[in-house]
Protein backbone atom coordinates (compact mmCIF):
# COMPACT_ATOMS: atom_id res chain seq x y z
CA UNK A 1 0.00 0.00 0.00
CA UNK A 2 1.33 3.39 -0.93
CA UNK A 3 0.35 6.54 0.79
CA UNK A 4 1.11 10.01 -0.83
CA UNK A 5 0.28 13.19 1.08
CA UNK A 6 0.47 16.93 -0.19
CA UNK A 7 1.13 19.94 0.73
CA UNK A 8 -1.59 20.20 2.97
CA UNK A 9 -0.81 17.22 4.67
CA UNK A 10 -3.56 15.23 3.18
CA UNK A 11 -3.27 11.51 2.64
CA UNK A 12 -4.24 9.40 -0.53
CA UNK A 13 -4.19 5.65 -0.42
CA UNK A 14 -4.68 2.76 -2.89
CA UNK A 15 -7.30 1.51 -0.49
CA UNK A 16 -10.96 2.50 -1.59
CA UNK A 17 -13.16 2.57 1.44
CA UNK A 18 -16.88 1.18 0.51
CA UNK A 19 -19.60 0.57 2.77
CA UNK A 20 -22.10 -2.50 2.28
CA UNK A 21 -25.70 -1.60 1.32
CA UNK A 22 -28.11 -4.71 1.61
CA UNK A 23 -30.17 -4.78 -1.68
CA UNK A 24 -32.52 -7.28 -3.74
CA UNK A 25 -31.91 -7.20 -7.31
CA UNK A 26 -34.30 -8.47 -9.99
CA UNK A 27 -32.58 -10.10 -13.21
CA UNK A 28 -34.45 -11.26 -16.15
CA UNK A 29 -34.57 -14.54 -14.50
CA UNK A 30 -33.81 -14.52 -10.94
CA UNK A 31 -34.34 -12.76 -7.39
CA UNK A 32 -30.71 -12.01 -5.51
CA UNK A 33 -30.62 -10.56 -1.84
CA UNK A 34 -27.00 -9.70 -0.57
CA UNK A 35 -24.36 -6.33 -0.61
CA UNK A 36 -23.37 -3.83 -2.75
CA UNK A 37 -20.52 -2.04 -1.88
CA UNK A 38 -20.85 1.89 -2.43
CA UNK A 39 -17.89 4.25 -2.06
CA UNK A 40 -18.24 5.98 0.93
CA UNK A 41 -20.05 9.51 0.44
CA UNK A 42 -22.21 8.25 -2.70
CA UNK A 43 -25.60 6.60 -3.41
CA UNK A 44 -26.09 3.44 -4.64
CA UNK A 45 -27.08 5.00 -7.81
CA UNK A 46 -23.68 6.48 -8.70
CA UNK A 47 -22.13 2.27 -8.02
CA UNK A 48 -25.18 1.41 -10.57
CA UNK A 49 -24.25 3.77 -13.46
CA UNK A 50 -20.97 2.67 -13.23
CA UNK A 51 -19.39 1.84 -16.39
CA UNK A 52 -18.36 -1.71 -15.39
CA UNK A 53 -19.85 -4.54 -16.98
CA UNK A 54 -20.89 -6.42 -14.20
CA UNK A 55 -21.91 -5.39 -10.75
CA UNK A 56 -19.85 -7.36 -7.70
CA UNK A 57 -22.08 -8.72 -5.45
CA UNK A 58 -21.36 -9.80 -1.61
CA UNK A 59 -22.73 -12.25 0.50
CA UNK A 60 -25.02 -13.40 -2.01
CA UNK A 61 -28.54 -15.92 -2.23
CA UNK A 62 -30.30 -16.47 -5.66
CA UNK A 63 -34.10 -16.99 -4.21
CA UNK A 64 -36.44 -19.22 -6.11
CA UNK A 65 -40.49 -17.95 -6.83
CA UNK A 66 -41.34 -20.50 -3.50
CA UNK A 67 -38.95 -17.71 -1.63
CA UNK A 68 -36.50 -20.68 -0.63
CA UNK A 69 -32.76 -20.19 -1.43
CA UNK A 70 -31.69 -21.95 -4.19
CA UNK A 71 -28.08 -21.02 -3.20
CA UNK A 72 -25.75 -19.19 -1.84
CA UNK A 73 -22.06 -17.88 -2.37
CA UNK A 74 -20.07 -15.27 -0.74
CA UNK A 75 -19.19 -13.28 -3.85
CA UNK A 76 -21.05 -12.88 -7.35
CA UNK A 77 -21.13 -10.75 -10.20
CA UNK A 78 -24.10 -10.00 -11.71
CA UNK A 79 -24.11 -8.60 -15.41
CA UNK A 80 -25.56 -5.14 -15.78
CA UNK A 81 -27.25 -5.72 -18.76
CA UNK A 82 -29.72 -8.57 -17.11
CA UNK A 83 -31.07 -5.74 -14.02
CA UNK A 84 -34.21 -5.36 -13.91
CA UNK A 85 -34.54 -3.32 -10.77
CA UNK A 86 -32.57 -2.82 -7.68
CA UNK A 87 -33.61 -2.00 -4.24
CA UNK A 88 -31.58 -1.25 -1.01
CA UNK A 89 -33.24 -2.70 1.96
CA UNK A 90 -33.06 -0.55 4.96
CA UNK A 91 -34.58 -1.16 8.68
CA UNK A 92 -37.59 0.54 9.16
CA UNK A 93 -37.38 3.75 10.96
CA UNK A 94 -39.12 3.63 14.41
CA UNK A 95 -42.38 5.16 13.25
CA UNK A 96 -43.58 2.84 10.60
CA UNK A 97 -42.58 -0.29 12.93
CA UNK A 98 -45.87 0.08 14.62
Known amino acids: ?22 VVIQTS ?20 ENDEVFLAVTNASVVGADEKVLFAVPFMAVRRSQIVWVMPLEEKPEDMSA
Open 1 to 22: MSIEYDEKGKFYTDIITKQPVS
Open 29 to 48: LHLIRGFVHVRQGERLKNEL
